[in-house]
């Protein structure tokens, strides 16, 4: 199972690669069998209309992002993203005033998803890879500290950071799922809620593991595919728990790579982006799920907006506001800023 998640996750993180490119502690390997809660509620919910009013804006920033991960810091003050495999970061309110903050070194170079602030906000995760020979990616996770650009490594285990806790725990991922404890460097593996079906190799990814405020690590996992929409049910485990509890919600997405969460720092919302097709057009949505209702609320989407690819979410920590990297093709792309008021 663990060579069977690696390979699928070393043929998304290959194309994953490539695209962005034509845009200009040890492991152990102890495993404890998952119990997994399956019951979900019979009436799957169904987008509603809200009395939320919701606004998009387009930040103009004078640097484009890559199609990658892009970071609100805990306080609020400054967003971090990643620019032709570098660490940026730019303040939240002037876009004008980005900076370069880290560039790899060597061959090594800043992978261009999954970074997350340090709960002091000092830092930022990330991962930086190495391609061997054009055929074999190593990996190590470091820590840059915004002030000084200087990195720290974190670990050299192959382990990729996902998601950094306010209790200062690393969610990751490759070969396995898994989360980091910094305060005495202990990793615990984490089976997946379930096996990855073979039928969809090559055609959709693993999920990815996200931090819920409190304290829980959601995922999105593969259930059917139909023609090019694939199915997701979403779960959420406790760290001092086996179990994954399958929560009552199901996403449905023409997009071959996994959403990727993002839940609220208020615990109200988890959000995620949506691809659907309608005749030739292309569609790009803003998902927001209310976990204590089960609601789905469609906050956004690109028709009036003429952009694509929309991807990253991530909130501001007051939760009235979600950045977001979009583009007018396949690439370019910048930061847009999605208000929500009621």
Do not use: C
């Given at each position: 199972?663990?060579?069977?998640?690696?390979?699928?996750?070393?043929?998304f993180w290959v194309c994953l690669i490539v695209a962005c490119a034509n845009q200009t502690a040890n492991v152990p390997?102890?495993?404890?069998?998952?119990?997994?809660?399956?019951?979900?509620?019979?009436?799957?919910?169904?987008?509603?209309?809200?009395?939320?009013?919701?606004?998009?804006?387009?930040?103009?920033?004078?640097?484009?992002?890559?199609?990658?991960?892009?970071?609100?810091?805990?306080?609020?003050?400054?967003?971090?993203f990643t620019y032709h495999f570098t660490l940026w970061t730019v303040l939240a309110d002037n876009w004008n005033k980005?900076?370069?903050?880290?560039?790899?070194?060597?061959?090594?170079?800043?992978?261009?998803?999954?970074?997350?602030?340090?709960?002091?906000?000092?830092?930022?995760?990330?991962?930086?890879?190495?391609?061997?020979?054009?055929?074999?990616?190593?990996?190590?996770?470091?820590?840059?500290?915004?002030?000084?650009?200087?990195?720290?490594?974190?670990?050299?285990?192959?382990?990729?950071?996902?998601?950094?806790?306010?209790?200062?725990?690393?969610?990751?991922?490759?070969?396995?799922?898994?989360?980091?404890?910094?305060?005495?460097?202990?990793?615990?593996?984490?089976?997946?809620?379930?096996?990855?079906?073979?039928?969809?190799?090559?055609?959709?990814?693993?999920?990815?593991?996200?931090?819920?405020?409190?304290?829980?690590?959601?995922?999105?996992?593969?259930?059917?595919?139909k023609d090019s929409v694939g199915e997701y049910a979403v779960y959420e485990r406790q760290l001092e728990s086996n179990?994954?509890?399958?929560?009552?919600?199901?996403?449905?997405?023409?997009?071959?790579?996994?959403?990727?969460?993002?839940?609220?720092?208020?615990?109200?919302?988890?959000?995620?982006?949506?691809?659907?097709?309608?005749?030739?057009?292309?569609?790009?949505?803003?998902?927001?799920?209310?976990?204590?209702?089960?609601?789905?609320?469609?906050?956004?989407?690109?028709?009036?907006?003429?952009?694509?690819?929309?991807?990253?979410?991530?909130?501001?920590?007051?939760?009235?506001?979600?950045?977001?990297?979009?583009?007018?093709?396949?690439?370019?792309?910048?930061?847009?800023?999605?208000?929500?008021?009621?």
């Open positions: 199972m663990k060579q069977k998640y690696q390979t699928i996750l070393f043929t390997s102890a495993t404890k069998t998952p119990q997994v809660t399956n019951q979900v509620a019979k009436n799957q919910p169904t987008v509603v209309s809200s009395q939320l009013s919701f606004e998009l804006k387009d930040t103009r920033i004078n640097v484009s992002p890559q199609r990658g991960n892009i970071a609100w810091s805990h306080s609020g003050d400054r967003i971090a980005s900076s370069q903050v880290y560039a790899g070194y060597n061959e090594w170079k800043v992978f261009p998803q999954f970074i997350a602030w340090s709960p002091d906000d000092k830092k930022v995760g990330l991962n930086l890879f190495n391609m061997q020979d054009d055929s074999q990616e190593i990996y190590k996770m470091v820590e840059v500290n915004v002030e000084s650009g200087v990195a720290s490594v974190i670990t050299t285990s192959q382990t990729m950071l996902t998601d950094w806790s306010r209790t200062n725990q690393i969610a990751t991922v490759r070969p396995t799922l898994g989360v980091l404890d910094l305060s005495n460097n202990n990793w615990k593996e984490l089976v997946e809620p379930l096996p990855f079906p073979d039928q969809f190799a090559g055609s959709l990814t693993p999920g990815i593991p996200r931090w819920t405020s409190h304290g829980t690590l959601v995922i999105p996992q593969p259930v059917t595919k179990q994954w509890h399958r929560m009552p919600v199901q996403i449905l997405t023409a997009n071959s790579l996994s959403p990727i969460l993002a839940p609220s720092p208020d615990g109200k919302w988890i959000a995620w982006v949506q691809r659907e097709f309608l005749g030739n057009e292309d569609i790009w949505k803003i998902i927001l799920y209310e976990v204590s209702t089960g609601k789905m609320i469609e906050a956004a989407n690109n028709q009036a907006k003429n952009t694509f690819n929309w991807q990253a979410l991530t909130w501001s920590p007051d939760a009235k506001r979600i950045a977001f990297s979009a583009g007018p093709n396949s690439s370019a792309s910048t930061i847009w800023i999605l208000e929500i008021s009621e």
